[in-house]
C-alpha cells in the first residue's frame, strides 16, 4: 500500500515540536452565541498543542457565517435624466 505523506512545519511557537495537519472541532463567538464546527482543518504541534488555522478554511467559514451570506447585493439603479416635457408631447411625423 503506498504511505500518505504529509506536510509538516517546525513549531515557531515552542521550537521543538512539529505542526502537523489535524482535524478539530473549532470553537468561535458570533455576537453571543458559541458556534462549534467539528472536523476543521488546522495545524497541531505535536509537542505544546499550537494551534494554526488553515486561511482558506478561515475565509470560507467567515463567508458561511456573515449574515449578509445569500443576499442578494444592492442593485446599482441607473440616473435618468429628467423628462423634456416638449419632447415628450411632440413626436416627429412620419416623412413618406
Not at 455576537?31 to 458559541?34: F, V
Not at 509537542?47 to 456573515?66: F, H, K, P, S
Not at 416635457?85 to 412620419?94: A, L, M, N, V
Given at each position: 500500500?503506498?504511505?500518505?505523506t504529509?506536510?509538516s512545519?517546525?513549531?515557531n511557537e515552542?521550537q521543538?515540536?512539529?505542526l502537523?495537519?489535524?482535524?478539530?472541532?473549532?470553537?468561535?463567538?458570533l455576537?453571543?452565541?458559541?458556534v462549534?464546527?467539528?472536523n476543521?482543518?488546522?495545524?497541531?504541534?505535536d509537542?505544546?498543542?499550537?494551534?494554526?488555522?488553515?486561511?482558506?478554511?478561515?475565509?470560507?467559514?467567515?463567508?458561511?457565517?456573515?449574515p449578509e451570506t445569500?443576499?442578494p447585493?444592492?442593485?446599482?439603479?441607473?440616473?435618468r435624466?429628467?423628462?423634456d416635457?416638449?419632447?415628450?408631447?411632440?413626436?416627429?411625423?412620419?416623412v413618406?
Open positions: 500500500m503506498a504511505e500518505e504529509h506536510l512545519y517546525p513549531c515552542c521543538a515540536g512539529v502537523h495537519v489535524r482535524y478539530i472541532t473549532y470553537f468561535t463567538w455576537d453571543d452565541e458559541l462549534s464546527v467539528p476543521f482543518p488546522a495545524w497541531v504541534c509537542v505544546c498543542g499550537r494551534r494554526e488555522y488553515d486561511q482558506r478554511a478561515i475565509a470560507w467559514l467567515t463567508t458561511m457565517l456573515n445569500g443576499k447585493s444592492p442593485s446599482s439603479r441607473r440616473i435624466p429628467p423628462k416635457e416638449k419632447r415628450d408631447t411632440i413626436r416627429p411625423s412620419r413618406e
